[in-house]
């Protein structure tokens, strides 16, 4: 079973949080157990300010440790006189909690009225013959350096314990130690542990609840113009290119969505463009051969004789449809990138000239007056094909003979800079209506809106322009002159040596 993208995108969300809320319930949870062992241990050391000051004094009447050292019973009287060990672990038993005698406020008394190693007789035989188990765990006494002088034995390295420094005239002489207990049995602790246990779960099961919640409501928001896209494509296909998707955000779906749109207008365009063209086609195609089969059938049925200028009309056509022919032939070289069979080092200013002699008499018989200007400096050649270049400036030529009034100028241009040829071809009009200068390339585009042979021509001329510009790394522009006609400026690249001229 394939799973929809939906559902992949809750999934990943989900297991994505709840790996997150695991990894912070077991996180908290160690920090809380190994933090808290720590913070009773402390807070019981905190407690036990009496025996801090009762070491302190002690500490200062015999001017060190060594007696404590000598005499463990000393050790076990100064715990007895402050009662420390209510502090910990297991509540004392009534008896041991009530002493059956009065209690000894002053270690140092117990030392002074006692030999070394002897029992003092000051306290109750069963307190001062109380085994060691019944003090507090795991306390002992360290001197300044934490070397170990009484208590319980030594269970590890200094660092194993909770240490509270003893000090005597702001110098810290010794350190009270308590060995840090990690599992902790007491019940009290035990059931503040599980309480935060079960509210660390609460919590958990409650972020999961929104992660589930929200990233339901996002995967359904993101898989929203997706599911737009889908229906759009599925527009296309069916050639509807009006579809659109509506833009809502500016991340990247958004700018999906807005390339989708241009693509949708861009389709819809040369769809547009596509029709025209076949309707173009088709109009330029019926034309002469209406003519053709008109004027063959009058032949064929008597009613025109085969006379010279009969035959010159046919041919007139024929030339024309070859003509088109030709054209439509150039313009798919031109879309299959073959539109240059050859690139050789050509002199276009040379090809120019010749083309401009070539069309000197049929310019002249319409009292069009041809200037041509050339600045190159020394020789210029560029790579490309000398057919095609031929083929630009007869184009031209044709487009100044066909729409040029006469009398009329023409002036061409040609000038050299380091990295560029100029050219620009310009005539005393009539110019050409501004909102048409920027379809002078178009195929079949044709500013005569009555398509009238005598003006129109096909429509392809300029096009071909273009293309043959282009195939040789050029631009062309359109522009309306000062003189009130046309200029249309051509700019080609050149890797001729020497300075401009």
Known sequence: MQLKLAYKIFAAFLLTSFMVVV???????????????????????????????????????DQGWQHLKDRPDLWRGILRSVRPWREFGRRPSPETDQPAGPPVPDAHAVHEGNPPGAEDSRLPPEKSAAPLRRLPRGLSLFDDQKQHIAGWPLRGAPDSYSLREITVNDRIVGWLGLYKRENLSNPLV???????????????????????????????????????LTAGTRALTAFEFGAKIDVRTKDELG????????????????????????????????????????????LQDGVRNPTEDNLASLQSEVNRLSKLVEDLHLLSLADTKNLLTRKDDIAPFEILQQMVTHYQSRLASRKIDVHLELKTGSPVTLKGDANRLAQLFINLLENTLRYTDSPGVLKIKALRTDSRLTISFEDTGPGVPPEAIGRLFDRLYRVDTSRSRELGGSGLGMAICKQIVEAHGGTIQAANASSGGLQIRIELPHHSAGPAG
Do not use: C
């Open 23 to 61: 990894l912070m319930i077991g996180g908290m949870r160690y920090i809380v157990s190994r933090n808290f062992a720590d913070y009773v241990n402390q807070t019981a050391l905190d407690r036990l300010d009496a025996l801090v000051d009762a070491l302190s004094a002690e500490y200062q009447r």
């Open 190 to 228: 035990v059931s503040f542990i599980k309480a935060q246990s079960l509210a660390f779960y609460t919590i958990g099961g409650g972020i999961l609840l929104l992660a589930a919640i929200v990233s339901f409501l996002l995967s359904k928001q993101l898989l929203a113009p997706i599911r737009q």
């Open 255 to 298: 700018q999906l969505a807005a390339d989708f749109n241009r693509m949708a207008d861009t389709l819809k365009h040369f769809e547009n463009m596509r029709r025209q063209w076949i309707a173009d086609i088709s109009h330029e195609l019926r034309t002469p051969l209406a003519i053709l089969k008109g004027e063959i059938e009058a």
